[in-house]
């Protein structure tokens, strides 16, 4: 563990990535994360790693898809309008059982949106995105030494599971800095072989990677192969906070900024003489629904509060399954909500 | 008397007679009997014509043709 | 028939790299000639072990199927970007991009352009026979003008669809490319052409000098509904005269 540094969410990210022996980036400039990617411009290079500034995201995307089957740690980073160019590779990615990192720096949308901090890609990280039945793990940060620490386990999960691993942060988080303290990096080759790769077919017979079979019957089969695989992965990955839930009357569900900022909330309605609570999930899939059932099941309220018209809002209300109140606040268009305007929403539920 | 021979994989052969039009000496031919995927299969009509030129097997898309020739006295 | 082969040489078989895994291709396409090409290629430079080759979308999608190689199936489009993320992952590794006219010169024009122009060290071949096969013979870039398909049931009007591409001429204009060459395979000469022209780009990617392009004109005697010794002819005396045949950059 090196002394704490005072770093940006994006280089904190992009730092974290080379730690943890992301061998290869590619990507396509876009704000808000272009400072990621000048990151990996600037240091791929000179550890004698790869950086390409691909065509586009989609060429960002395949040649992630490539790296990742070479057996390599690979990495690509994007916003929002870039992340839905992404999702054809996404699902590729998904189908191979293969790892790979994936960042999301929410801006607003739909469209162009602007490049102002939101989180209106809930849906698309979470739902599958793409096409085919799959999912990926997507991992919320709300600080940014948790970024840099969610960004490790991202390509260790991506490994363990050979699933695409997305950190689902905003522009907000990217832009902020704050002291970061990054754990030693890891050397690539001290990191278990992948006998699946493609790294030729010496002794072996040759490996095929592949999504793709014109036989409904084994299709079926790899299918339920990928279901048992995030059967697994819900079962042991599920990754959440709870900040003052237990005597809490209210909660306010959020990830990500918002949490960040609730959890000021908190502080403020509790002076105040309202029992606030937060719960924070960590991992946006698997999401964990049991976990806030419980707390559902203690306090009369569970407010979400998102920076989108209301997405994990429909999770919230699926695991609570009307066991409590479930109102919702939410801010769009790159409109960042404030501490006041959540409380003030907060205290309409209040006693 | 031949000097080369071809030997055809009548069960790979998809009977598109690509190595009959290659043939320089006309050695083959469609069979008038079908293989297991219902094909004219090739074969060889007239193999004492065989020179071994090997221009059948580079034709044959579905690389259904070995070819010999004779082994020449030092 | 038995044949009896003793006290004869074997001059013609299948090339060691090659699975006996039949192939799935209509009677008389070019695909299959040019899948033994790519086999022997791999024989006779020593390379099986090391060797990845990428699988496209369309009728060439079980091209991982062919080779006793490391392989992986690419999106549609993508195999090019697919090829740089496995070379530059390991630059050891001998990298084929198996692309038809659709993948490589409509859906994939951008990962096809850009990975010729940062000089990635791959091979691609690009299998141009004008027409969509796999999904029932629609107007492909490639598509000469009149041309019939099932999307130009008229056949290929320039002033409505625009004309056939000549992608390997617009990549032999870049500076990067080592080695970008338009070859054919309806005749025995113009076969022996190919596997020198083939084994060329191989051996630029074994000694490392970057980016080969080999495109191959084929036939797809199904969809252009024509014999297989017919289609050949239409090879020469037509396609060729959209789309010469030879060397266009060769920095080797």
Known sequence: MEERKLMRGNEVIAEAAIR???????????????????????????????????????????????????????????SSPGISLKQEGISYIAGANLPAVIVNMMRGGPGLGDIAPAQGDYFQATKGGGHGDYHMI???PSTVPEAGELTMLAFDLADKYRTPVMILADGMLGQMMEPVALPDP??????????????????????IILSFDLDPEVLKRMNLELQRKYHDIEQNELRYEEYQTD?????????????????????????????????????????????????????????????????????????????????????????????????????KYAG | MAKGVVVIDEDR???????IAACPQHVLDFSEKINKSGYNYAYMKYPEKCVGCAFCAMTCPDVAIEVYREKVAA | MPVNTENMIKVFGRP?????????????????????????????????????????????????????????????????????????????????SYQGDGDFASIGTAESIHAANRGENITVIFVNNQVYGMTGGEMAPTTLIGQ??????????????????????????????????????????????????????????????????????????????????????HVTEVVTKAFPLGDMVDRG
């Open chain 1, 20 to 78: 943890a022996g992301c061998q290869c980036y590619f990507a396509y400039p876009i704000t808000p994360q272009a400072e990621l990617l000048e990151h990996m411009a600037k240091n791929m290079p000179r550890l004698g790693r790869t950086f390409v500034q691909a065509e586009s995201e989609l060429g960002a995307i395949n040649m992630v898809y490539g790296a990742a089957a070479a057996g390599v740690r690979a990495m690509t980073s994007s």
């Open chain 1, 138 to 140: 997507v991992l919320a």
């Open chain 1, 186 to 207: 890891i050397d690539p080759a001290s990191l278990p072989k992948k006998e699946w790769a493609l790294t030729g077919a010496k002794g072996r017979d040759p490996n």
């Open chain 1, 247 to 347: 005597d809490a009357d209210i909660v306010i569900a959020a990830y990500g900024t918002v949490a960040r900022i609730a959890k000021t909330v908190v502080r403020m309605a509790r002076a105040d003489g309202i029992k606030l609570g937060l719960f924070r999930p960590i991992t946006l899939w698997p999401f964990p629904y049991d976990k806030l059932r419980t707390v559902a099941d203690r306090v009369d309220t569970i407010l979400t509060v998102e920076m989108s018209a209301g997405q994990m809002w429909e999770d919230v209300r699926l695991a609570v399954a009307e066991r409590a109140h479930t109102p919702f606040y939410g801010e769009m268009g790159g409109v960042v909500t404030t501490p006041n305007k959540i409380l003030s929403e907060v205290k």
């Open chain 2, 13 to 19: 052969c998809k009977g598109c007679g690509l190595c």
């Open chain 3, 16 to 96: 060691k790299s090659m699975t006996d895994v039949r192939s799935t291709y209509c009677p008389g396409c070019h695909h299959g000639i040019l899948t033994r090409i790519i086999a022997q290629t791999i024989d006779e430079l020593g390379i099986a072990d090391r060797t990845v080759t990428i699988a496209p979308v369309g009728c060439a999608v079980f091209a991982y199927l062919w080779y006793k190689c490391d392989a992986v199936q690419a999106s549609h489009g993508r195999a090019s970007a697919v090829a740089t993320g496995i070379k530059r992952a390991n630059p050891k590794l001998i990298v084929l």
């Open chain 3, 148 to 233: 019939r398909t099932t999307t130009t049931p008229a056949g290929r009007d320039p002033g409505y669809f625009g004309y056939p591409i000549r992608f390997s001429e617009l990549i032999a204009t870049l500076d990067a490319p080592v080695y970008v060459t338009r070859q054919a395979l309806y005749d025995t000469r113009r076969i022996m052409d190919a596997e020198k022209a083939i084994k060329k780009a191989f051996t630029y990617q074994v000694e490392g000098k970057g980016y080969s392009l080999v495109e191959v004109l084929s036939t797809c005697p199904t969809n252009w509904h024509m014999s297989p010794v017919d289609a050949n002819r």
